[in-house]
């Protein structure tokens, strides 16, 4: 059974930082890229960041980038989103999904086997 398992959200401070987690067991996803949404109360899940099998490519929405980093450890089959200088406007449910079919990196429609979501809050 696969499964994605996200973890690291929590409740913090504006200008402060989180690392979340997303870790796949069931298969390795060592050959597919990754990527990270979110999707804010009342709002339409978003694409957040994105990175290659390999780690050598990254993709950033414009509203994160410069403060967010994507990596991924293929041995521990795990991907990471470094959060820093969080706003209010970043709080969401984050969600790990991998991106299984060929197309964009950006839209969610090329993603499968998402994971169950974990909870960011940044307050002002």
């Known amino acids: 059974q696969v499964q994605l398992v996200e973890s690291g959200g929590g409740s913090v401070q504006a200008g402060g930082s989180l690392r979340l987690s997303c870790t796949a067991s069931?298969?390795?996803?060592?050959?597919?890229?990754m990527g990270w949404f979110r999707q804010a109360p009342g709002k339409e899940r978003e694409f957040v960041a994105a990175?290659?099998?390999?780690?050598?490519?990254?993709y950033y929405a414009d509203s994160v980038k410069g403060r967010f980093t994507i990596s991924r450890d293929n041995a521990k089959n795990t991907m990471y989103l470094q959060m820093n200088s969080l706003k209010p406007e970043d709080t969401a449910v984050y969600y790990c999904?991998?991106?299984?079919?060929?197309?964009?990196?950006?839209?969610?429609?090329?993603?499968?086997?998402w994971g169950q979501g974990t909870q960011v809050t940044v307050s002002s």
């Open positions: 999904a991998v991106h299984y079919y060929s197309g964009t990196y950006f839209r969610e429609n090329q993603y499968e086997y």
């Open positions: 069931g298969r390795t996803f060592s050959n597919y890229g």
């Open positions: 990175i290659s099998w390999s780690g050598g490519s990254t």
